[in-house]
């Protein structure tokens, strides 16, 4: 399967948004305690928790369940449905149900909905709600949430969601084939593009069939392909928050390495899924993609009896490698008083050690309490036992937030900057004009 599958339905968020910029949240001047309401001990509550992985069936819906049982158990006057969201987009998803008049109370939205999110579709702000004690003690505790990790749903000097689940992107490889290429997975150069490229050479000469895939180049890898970018000295926004650049130089350069993997024949053309599935069955042999498969491929690997390892992501030369995070917030919708309780105490829930003992190890996801991996934590035993752990923990020091674009039209911003990459990449477009064009669109989406 190729890459010219489009996804339908990203013009609606512009359209509605109009709608909804009514809805946002009122900003108010934050205070150490926040305006948070306690429920009585006999007070019952019912509230909703939209998820996109509980739209995933297998590992990644049975551990939040699993979770969502859990609490309920130890809060048997909260009860929590378990909604998956019926969208690609979750923002869409909850865009939906607010117009309706019937939002869910807590929502998990990937962070380049973070803008969208605090401007436009409604969510909390969580530093008037809780306030910036009450954040402090839940990004604190005897694990604390990683530097890094904890302002990744900040937005404007104020938090409006919890991040909750993430990951960067892995080099995934499968030691069978580098073996059978005649190349050694212990000692073998990965470390640089180059150097991925010559392997990818030596066992595509050997298989004869193309040896490598990239998610990042394909739509709903925009998240990853931004931190290729910053890897390159590229950015695909400015500082300010004003300016496209995925049209600079240093962009252009970028998609045209990936754009010579692929004339060179070592890149396959191929969506995400059918990539990561066709990595999972053995038929890849290198594959970029999130930590958050290591659960299918670890499965895949002990099925179909091949070696599977993980690598940092490769460097553009003796430039420093910038990883970028996939995954998800926590974000708060309700606005009933007990509901919103209820709501900040399955938030607490979902990102407290308990969970990540879960999260981590069912799932795949990087545990934002890093100190849990450290000692005699929690998590100590289990990176102990599957070093495939650790490249995702070293990336974590050099993680860069994943950009999300200002206005209700970011959907169609990455809808463009995929286009353009694909086209780029596999459907002999150049690349200059190419990623120039996209830019110069995107650019007027955002003003």
Known sequence: MNTRIRRAGIASLAILGVALAGCASATASPGAAGSLTELADDQKVEIVFESYNLAN???WSDAINALLDEFMEENPNITVVGQPSASASTAASVQQQVLAGAAPDVAQLTFNELDFAATTLGAQNLTTLIGEEGLAEQFGGEYPVHERAKVLSDWEGATYGLPYVFSTPILWINEDLFEAAGLDPATVDLSTWDAVAAAAETITASSGTPSMSVSCVNTGGNWCMQGLFLSNGAQVLSEDRST???????????????RDMFDGGILTNEDTTTQ?????QGKTAIHINTSALQGAFMGGAQAGGWTLDARTLPAFGDKPVVPTNSGSM???FATDPAKQAASWALMQWM???RAYEVI????????????????????????????????????????????????????????????????SVFYGADVSATMTAAAERAQGLIE
Not at 276 to 280: D, I, K, L, S, V
Not at 377 to 385: D, H, K, N, R, T
């Open 330 to 332: 926590l974000a708060m």
């Open 244 to 258: 496209i650049g995925f049209g600079s130089d240093a962009a252009v350069d970028t998609v045209q390495t990936f």
């Open 57 to 59: 069936v297998g590992t």
């Open 360 to 423: 981590s190890t069912q799932i795949g996801y990087l545990p934002l309490r890093t100190t849990m991996t450290e000692g005699d934590g929690p998590l100590a035993e289990w990176v102990a036992q599957n070093p495939l752990v650790v490249p995702n923990l070293t990336q974590l020091d050099a993680l860069q937030p994943w950009v999300s674009y200002p206005g209700d039209s970011y959907a169609q911003v990455d809808q463009v900057l995929a286009t353009a990459i694909e086209e």
């Open 351 to 353: 990102t407290s050690p």
């Open 276 to 280: 990561y599935e066709a990595f999972a």
